[in-house]
């Protein structure tokens, strides 16, 4: 902890600093924040019995300072994050999450080179036709250690009035382990207008080894209170990786290699990712924001219940309840840390359901975010309450609680609930 806050004084100095040095005002944002979390752990989550499989802590401190610096055509956004526990070694990791030039080429024209953060969707909680940015998570919708990182990619916008067209290609490239990496090539497109108080895109994306998907996006502002949005996507076929278990009926199956294939690759049905919601602020200055989200390369009820079978019987496998061979015992452990893929912090299933009412004077807030499977009514309750004794400080509590019934969504993951205290500064 000590070494990160000695990098972040180093870093907040820089930039104090910086603006003298140059022959333009440098822009500059700081942020710096610190959290402990304390986890009770779910003792009957049929992934990790005996807290065994996948060991989880039951409380952890993460740490973070984020700065970004901007100065004519270049911008960036860096991250420093250390993390510690009480089950590892502390970890302390650097992050360029952008580094980008924004170009004008014209009074039409502009290029965008690097490391950026593109936003492309209109969702609050999920973004299917975000293509080139980072998909959010409905328990953390605004990344609030700011962890998301950006597409390595060069992107050219054309303004024809209301109207832009933009055409984006994308290499997630890495170099690592003294190792470069080529990724895959994407192809976006986006053709967004403005009509009527009508936000409007058409959206258009591509990777390499996959089909392309086409779809759409919309938000639309009433008055000064209601705003209302849509999103959808769909493509035909699906790349996504599902068990093999979800073609058999015989749960009790030991798997000795790897065990997930892209079932639907060569499927002729169409696979659509539909977004509806809308925020509406009350006169007492109270936001609602309620979104609807239906994935159909989500595991439908009759699929879930197949692969939640599957894995209660490898976890009755590692507590003995249900004997085997001794030389199947490891590899039924293997496959409770393979099943673990299928989960998803966005939903494993097809249907959610997400509501955040929020509240802010100018010294405390308060939020509630609630996330529900609409397939299994298991939900995740987030309230955090927010106190700023100064504009730049915050500290606040944040209780995450798991509920669902056994064998549902929430029901079963590795903890029951958590409780986070914070501090975050801003500058």
Known sequence: MTRHWGAALALFCSVLLAPAAGAQPLQYRFSMADEGTYYRLNGASPFNPGNAVVPQPEWGNVATTGL??????????LGITS????????????????????????????????????????????????????QR?????????????????????????KTSITAVYLNDASYAHRAFRWGQNELAARVYTFVGG????????????DRLELGANTSYVIGDDLELHGEILGKKGSSALYHTILTSDNPSQIFDTY????????????????????????????????????????????????????????????S????????????????????????????????????????AEDTWGCE?????????????????????????LSIYARYTAYAGRDGSEFGS???TESMTLGVGLQL
């Open 368 to 392: 509630v975010i609630c996330f529900m499977n609409a397939n299994d009514q298991s939900v995740v309750v987030i309230p955090t309450l927010t106190w700023k004794p100064v504009l730049s």
């Open 320 to 359: 003995g309840a249900v004997p085997v061979p001794a030389a199947l015992v490891a590899p039924s452990r293997m496959n409770l840390l393979w099943s673990l893929l299928t989960l998803s912090t966005r939903g494993t299933m097809r249907d959610y359901l997400f509501a955040r009412v929020a509240y």
């Open 198 to 209: 009508l936000d409007l895109s058409l959206i258009g994306h591509y990777r390499e080894g």
């Open 68 to 77: 970004y610096l901007g100065e004519g055509v270049l911008s960036t956004s």
């Open 83 to 134: 993390t510690s526990n009480d089950i590892g070694k502390p970890d302390n990791a650097f992050a360029v999450h952008e580094l980008a030039v924004d170009v004008s080429l014209g009074d039409a024209l502009d290029l965008v080179a690097g490391k950026k953060i593109l936003k492309w969707g209109t969702g609050y909680a999920f973004n299917p036709t975000g293509v080139v940015e980072p």
């Open 137 to 161: 998570s409905p328990s953390d919708p605004t990344d609030r250690l700011n962890q998301n990182d950006g597409r390595n990619l060069l992107s050219l916008t054309a303004f024809l009035g």
């Open 259 to 318: 065990p997930y294939t892209p079932l639907y690759a060569d499927s002729k049905e169409i696979f659509v990712k539909l977004l509806l919601g809308g925020q509406y602020t009350l006169p007492g200055g109270a936001n609602i924001a309620l979104e609807y989200y239906h994935n159909e390369e989500g595991l439908s009820v009759g699929e879930w219940k197949r692969w939640m079978n599957f894995v209660k019987f490898q976890d009755a496998v590692q």
């Open 413 to 415: 993951l590795f903890s």
